[in-house]
Each structure stands twice: as C-alpha cells, then as structure tokens.
T-cell receptor, first 105, second 116 residues
Framework: QKEVEQDPGPLSVPEGAIVSLNCTYSNSAFQYFMWYRQYSRKGPELLMYTYSSGNKEDGRFTAQVDKSSKYISLFIRDSQPSDSATYLCARGWRFGAGTRLTVKP | ETGVTQTPRHLVMGMTNKKSLKCEQHLGHNAMYWYKQSAKKPLELMFVYSLEERVENNSVPSRFSPECPNSSHLFLHLHTLQPEDSALYLC???????????????FGNGTRLTVT
C-alpha cells in the first residue's frame, strides 16, 4: 500500500464552485501533511501544510486532516480559472498521484 | 539567484547519447532529490541525497547515474536511455535530510527530456 494515495481525477468545475480534493494515508504516525500546486510547465510549489488533525485556513484555501479516517482534504472556495493546476498531497518526500483541476470561466 | 535552478530546460537526445542534467539550490538546504514525472503518472522519486550522501535509490535503472558533489549541486548523468525515459525530470531540495514529514520540498521547473 502506498503511503499517500490520491484520486488523479481530472476534475472540472465552473468558476465560483467549491472544490474538494482528497487523499488518504496509511501510517497513523504521520504528523505533517503538505499540499502542493503545480502549474503547467512548472515544478510543484508548496501551497499549504497542516499538522496532525484539524483545519488550517489561508484565504480561499482550507486544509483539513481527519486522523480517525486517515483522510486529508483541501477545499477551495470561490474557485477561479487561475486555480486550474494539478494539486498534489504529500508526506515528506512521498507524493500522491496529483489531481488535475480545471476551473472553467 | 534564489530557489532551485535546473538546466537545461529542454533536452532531446538519441538512445546512444550521454548527457547530464544539472540542479543547483540557493536555499542552504541539506537534502536534494531527483523525481521523474511522466504524463498521466504520479511523481516518481528516483534518488535522495542527504548531506551529499545517497540515502534513497528507488530501484532506478543504472542508465541513470546521480552525482552530488556538494550540498548545493546535484547532477543526473544519462546514458543509453530508452524512449520510455522521456519525461519531466524534477529536482528538489529540503532543509531536513532525514525524510521526516515536516520539511517541505522546493522544486525547480524541471528538464523536459525527449529520447528519440
């Protein structure tokens, strides 16, 4: 079983929609989780990280960890076309498959 | 210059060629990584260097040969590659060399490799 698993999508939503991106992880000892965003022809860049369980909010983005279910989520409110990218969850140097998101105007 | 820089940005090579990819980080980090990213496939970890020593080798074919001469530079030497090796090769660095989960990675923009 992979350490971090993610549905690769793709996911297409209209502008203004709420987006939910999800990952699962296998090891309950994991403490920190990262979300990266990768635009076309660019390397991934850190978007947010969360520690243990609970929520972390940054503008339109909210990262959530549910330790009981080993579930990691990223929510994007009021999604914009500029949010179109691939979103990758990660623990350390292990990455999920990445979900390609397209936000249509 | 800041961040992680990779050269060249694009590379086309024949199956009998020898070439090298270069990565340089200006962040003072202690760990450096090579990843392979193919179309519609997850990011594949290839090599990890911690304090200039290789600590992870993810069953990568020997036609890929990494070199880390110091903590700021990382190379990936390529020889007798196959067409299926065509991909985006990403370099990254992080502060924490132990692979624990609280040290984010900083990526370069990759080298787009095409093997003909």
């Amino acid at each position: 079983q992979k350490e971090v698993e993610q549905d690769p999508g793709p996911l297409s939503v209209p502008e203004g929609a709420i987006v939910s991106l999800n990952c699962t992880y296998s090891n309950s000892a994991f403490q920190y989780f990262m979300w990266y965003r990768q635009y076309s022809r660019k390397g991934p860049e850190l978007l947010m990280y969360t520690y243990s369980s609970g929520n972390k909010e940054d503008g339109r983005f909210t990262a959530q960890v549910d330790k009981s279910s080993k579930y990691i989520s990223l929510f994007i409110r009021d999604s914009q076309p500029s949010d179109s990218a691939t979103y990758l969850c990660a623990r350390g140097w292990r990455f999920g498959a990445g979900t390609r998101l397209t936000v249509k105007p | 210059e800041t961040g992680v820089t990779q050269t060249p940005r694009h590379l086309v090579m024949g199956m009998t060629n020898k070439k090298s990819l270069k990565c340089e980080q200006h962040l003072g980090h202690n760990a450096m990584y090579w990843y392979k990213q193919s179309a519609k496939k997850p990011l594949e970890l290839m090599f990890v260097y911690s304090l200039e020593e290789r600590v992870e080798n993810n069953s990568v074919p020997s036609r890929f040969s990494p070199e880390c001469p110091n903590s700021s530079h990382l190379f990936l030497h390529l020889h007798t590659l196959q067409p299926e090796d065509s991909a985006l090769y990403l370099c990254a660095s992080s502060q924490d060399p132990t692979g624990t989960d609280n040290s984010p990675l900083h990526f370069g923009n990759g080298t787009r490799l095409t093997v003909t």
